[in-house]
């Protein structure tokens, strides 16, 4: 049995695998550019985070009802429940599905159909994360904060994903301090591929309880002491990083290193279908590959339902 364990950093559209993503084309008369699942699979050879983006938001084509949000959440708790993950905090990124045409309702909607029963259906709890995208303007991300208004129910918080360098986090400090008065809690990647800086800024000018990867923190030891003393957990994804070429290998994976400086590390899949693996396949990724001691798995394990956004009876009863 996989160890129990809360996936805190995972884009519900980096899950599609190239089966479903063939199913919800034919079901949606939607032309992929590849002939079959195997060459769509060959595609997923990535540089680094852009070209990996232009794949990602390109298969997103044939996302275009409820039914195809409902059908991609429940193949991914499916999938979660399978390798331990009790708890799931899952990004969506809704400015990539405005901008063709899909609403807003249609995703939440969707998307809650499949959350809103999967404690019954798979044994995973569920929180939804809306995300801004970076790389487009601080006011498409306000117009988007607005946009889900009617569904604030639903969303436990905002997050910042694509694109990272060149737009740094000070770009969004309106619509995170609109979404803080919203009640609502807040993430952001930083640290992918930014500098430091980038960590630094997510916290002070966004107010960020997590950082989501934050890899790059270790280069810059005042912000390591500055986050082992203010417990700000990471959500590391490691085989993410070597697809992404973050790292060369993954043996080179500063994770040991980390948790020896007392950072609150977590373990998480990023885009489980692009990137070979979800959250059971990265905790045993990096078990076998840096050594790390059973402890150190329990720690990892641990610290994903200490930084997840449960109270405390939740936690209790998920881990
Ligand atoms: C993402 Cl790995 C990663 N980094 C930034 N933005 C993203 N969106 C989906 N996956
Ligand atoms: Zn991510």
């Known amino acids: 049995m996989p160890i129990p364990k809360a996936e805190l ?24 550019p590849y002939p079959d699942t195997a060459a769509l699979r060959e595609a997923y050879a990535f540089d680094d985070l852009q070209s990996f983006l232009d794949l990602y938001y390109g298969l997103m084509a044939v996302l ?28 969506f990124d809704p400015q990539a ?32 994360i809306l995300c801004f995208l970076r ?23 905002v997050g910042l994903d694509s694109a990272e360098v060149g737009h740094p986090p000070a770009k969004f400090r309106a619509v995170y301090e609109a979404a803080a008065a919203l009640g609502l809690r807040r993430v952001a990647h930083a640290g992918e591929e930014g500098p430091p800086e980038y960590v630094t800024e997510a916290l002070d000018v966004l107010g960020v309880e997590r950082v989501d990867h ?41 994770l040991p290193a980390m948790l020896e400086a007392g950072l609150m590390c977590t373990v998480n899949s990023d885009d489980p279908a692009y990137f070979g693996g979800y959250a059971g396949d990265n905790f045993d990724a990096v078990r076998s590959v840096l050594g790390l001691t059973e402890e150190s798995v329990r720690e990892l394990a641990r610290n994903s339902f200490v930084a997840a956004f449960l109270d405390d009876d939740e936690e209790r009863r998920a881990r």
């Open 9 to 32: 950093h995972l884009h519900i559209e980096g899950t599609l695998e190239p089966e479903l993503a063939f199913e919800l084309a034919a079901r949606n008369g939607v032309t992929l």
């Open 64 to 91: 275009r009802t409820e039914r195809d949000f409902e059908d991609l959440a429940d193949a991914y708790l499916a999938r979660a429940a399978a390798q331990g993950v009790r708890h799931a905090e899952i990004f």
């Open 97 to 128: 599905h405005l901008a063709r045409g899909v609403a807003m309702g249609t995703v939440v909607e969707g998307l809650w159909r499949a959350l809103g029963r999967s404690e019954a259906t798979h044994g995973v709890s569920t929180r939804l």
């Open 135 to 157: 790389d487009e303007s601080a006011d498409s991300a306000a117009r988007t904060l607005a946009a889900a208004g009617p569904y604030l129910d639903r969303i436990t918080g």
């Open 214 to 254: 934050g890899l790059r923190s270790v280069e810059d030891p005042a912000l390591v002491a500055r986050l082992v003393r203010e417990r700000i957990p990471l959500t590391l994804c490691p085989l993410s990083n070597v697809r992404l070429r973050t790292v060369d290998t993954l043996a080179d994976h500063p």
